[in-house]
Structures are given as structure tokens and as C-alpha cells.
């Protein structure tokens, strides 16, 4: 792999994917991925090898976690021709590329100096569609909505959302991993009917740390069916530890709407604060 020292240039990615038929974003072997799909088709387009080019994404989606608005940037290595007809039709090219329905590639663009998919991003907004025994299933959207056989108080499940708002330590509610920080500013959660009366609950973080999107939900269900309430998921959260009191969500919900970031001007300037305050953290 080569280092960023021999990057010719750094393209800015904006794309859609259907989760189901991949084991998540990240590469693993023997299994398929958002990520190796991506790299092969850009590696086609551009006539070049794997080694060549390496993505980073703003999110990584676990299997089956659908995406509306990810975002990842790929870098080029410098020996890697990059005509300027072909980088204006990158975006068509590596469509075609892709072969399949379900990864759609939204814009491909050469980035802004500084920008980083990962560290210049603001904050990540998902959505959590769930229909509870209130709600008229509806075949066309099985594909991203979760079901439960309770009947859920939205109005409980919102309460809790408010309650959890803020920075705080959310351990109880991700999959540990060694050397990373559970702390996260969660910047809204909250809940609504939609059609079909399907519960579909808006969650946004400056980041989210390994499950912990899913997990939120799965309080949220516990809390809406009675079985627990907002100050024993408040109790849970300042222990800092799992518990059995809710179960972590299926993927089939989950989507990825979006990223925020900054004015190109100030992406550079996020990406070195982000750092600076995961490495402290840590």
C-alpha cells in the first residue's frame, strides 16, 4: 500500500447501497463488501492495481446496514495516469463499472485540500425503520425495516431519546474495541409514525462507535414494550457496561443517510481536531 506522501490526487465519493447481499463496508476475506466492490470497479476505470488506491469511509456500515448518503474519499497513487477525460467521466465509468444494482456511486469528485471522509465529518445521521404490531407491513420495504411483534409506545420511546442526548460515555451501548474511545456527543434521537404506520426513528452523532446505533434502538424497544424504563437505561448508560436488559437491533432497519461536514475551507482544520480529540480520548 502506498503512503499519502505518494498520493497524486484525492477524490471525494458520494454513495447509495443496499446492505443485504454484503457482510458491511469493510473488507473481509472470502466475503463481499461495499468497500472491495468499490475498489475494483475504480481500480478498472483506471487501468490501474489494487495497491493502487486506497478508500476511507465516513462510517463503517456492519453487515446488512443499508446507506442512503455515505461518503468516502479515494486516494490515487502518483504513477497512476489520470487523463482529463477520464476523470470527468469517473462517475459514469465506475457505475458501469460496478455491475449490480445494489452499490450506486452518487458523485465522484476530486476533493478539497485537507478533506478527509472520516475526521472532516461534522456528524453522521441514520434512520431506524421498525414496524411493531401497530404497523401494516408492507412488502416493498422489507428489505430495510426491521419488525417487532410488540405493540411500542412511541411516546416512551422519544423520551428516552431526549434523555440520552449529549456527550457522554456510550460503552454500555457499543462493542468494545481495543484502544478506541466510547465517547460520543449524540446530537438527536427521536422517533415518529410514518406510513404504514412504521415507527422510524432519526439518530445523529458526531460519530457512532461499533453497534451502537442498533443497540440505541434496542433500549428504545425495551423501553417502549414497558419492560424497562428511561432511568433504568440512564442507570445502564453511567455503569458503563453491556447489559441484558435490550437486545441489539437487526441491520435490516438501519440506514445511513448522510454526513455532514464543513465548508470546504475548514475541512482540514475538523480533520486535525478530530484527531487531536480521538487521541485524547484514547
Known amino acids: 500500500m502506498f503512503t499519502l506522501s505518494h498520493v497524486s490526487v484525492r477524490f471525494r465519493v458520494e454513495c447509495a447501497y443496499l446492505g443485504t447481499p454484503y457482510s458491511g463496508w469493510a473488507k473481509q476475506p ?8 468499490v475498489e475494483v470497479a475504480i481500480a478498472t476505470v483506471l487501468h490501474c492495481s489494487l495497491a493502487d488506491i486506497s478508500t476511507v469511509v465516513a462510517g463503517r456500515t456492519d453487515a446488512g446496514v443499508h446507506a442512503l448518503g455515505q461518503v468516502f474519499h479515494v486516494d490515487v497513487a502518483d504513477h497512476v495516469i489520470l487523463r482529463p477525460a477520464l476523470v470527468a467521466r469517473l462517475l459514469k465509468r465506475v457505475n458501469g463499472a460496478l455491475r449490480t444494482d445494489t452499490i450506486v456511486i452518487h458523485s465522484f469528485e476530486p476533493a478539497v485540500e485537507g478533506f478527509n471522509a472520516r ?19 408492507n412488502p416493498l420495504t422489507a428489505q430495510h425495516t426491521a419488525t417487532s411483534p410488540f405493540v411500542l ?9 431526549q434523555a440520552l442526548l449529549g456527550l457522554h460515555d456510550f460503552q454500555a451501548f457499543c462493542r468494545p474495541k481495543v484502544g478506541s474511545t466510547t465517547i460520543r456527543t449524540l446530537l438527536d434521537y427521536r422517533w415518529v409514525r410514518a406510513g404504514d404506520n412504521v415507527l422510524v426513528a432519526t439518530l445523529v452523532a458526531d460519530a457512532f462507535c461499533h ?16 419492560k424497562i424504563s428511561v432511568d433504568d437505561v ?14 441489539t437491533m437487526p441491520a435490516q432497519g438501519l440506514t445511513m443517510m448522510g454526513v ?9 482544520l475538523r480533520a486535525n481536531e478530530t484527531r487531536r480529540r480521538r487521541k485524547a480520548a484514547d
Open 234 to 247: 440512564l442507570a445502564a448508560r453511567a455503569r458503563g457496561a453491556r447489559t441484558d436488559w435490550w437486545v
Open 30 to 37: 472470502n466475503k463481499p463488501s461495499i468497500q472491495a466492490s
Open 119 to 137: 475526521f472532516s465529518a461534522l456528524s453522521r445521521r441514520y434512520e431506524y425503520r421498525l414496524a411493531d404490531h401497530q404497523a401494516k407491513k
Open 260 to 268: 455532514a461536514y464543513p465548508d470546504d475551507g475548514e475541512v482540514a
Open 211 to 226: 453497534s451502537m446505533v442498533r443497540s440505541l434502538v434496542g433500549a428504545a424497544v425495551s423501553v417502549g414494550r414497558g
Open 153 to 161: 409506545d412511541g411516546e416512551a420511546m422519544n423520551t428516552l431519546g
